[in-house]
């Protein structure tokens, strides 16, 4: 059974960085066809994708944050981690690791971290 995990502080103050880990147990990240996403949803609104890092470690980006978001790997903990730089309060939101067969369904979320932008 695959199993992911969020961590990461609860609360950040504007203009800082949000991080965040997710840690997979149960799978390895770098097996073949599963990609490994950062999803998040703001108070009162939908889900909102915001990149991947893929089984061979490439990286893709939301168009809307991508100046702003980083996601990497540490293959030797099973762990991928985001990275959002410039936070404002509307980047409160709840977020979610999940992953994804390839460009199909996503099979395994964890059970998501809230985030609070604040001063």
């Known amino acids: 059974q695959v199993q992911l995990q969020e961590s990461g502080p609860g609360l950040v103050k504007p203009s800082q960085t949000l991080s965040l880990t997710c840690t997979v147990s149960?799978?390895?990240?770098?097996?073949?066809?599963?990609?490994w996403n950062w999803i998040r949803q703001p108070p009162g609104k939908g889900l909102e994708w915001m990149g991947v890092i893929t089984y061979d470690g490439s990286t893709y980006y939301s168009p809307s944050l991508k100046s702003r978001t980083s996601i990497s790997r540490d293959t030797s903990k099973m762990q991928f981690s985001l990275q959002l730089s410039s936070v404002t309060p509307e980047d409160t939101a709840v977020y979610y690791c999940?992953?994804?067969?390839?460009?199909?369904?996503?099979?395994?979320w964890g059970q998501g971290t809230q985030v609070t932008v604040s001063s």
């Open positions: 999940a992953r994804r067969v390839l460009t199909t369904r996503y099979d395994y």
């Open positions: 149960g799978g390895s990240i770098t097996t073949s066809y599963y990609n």
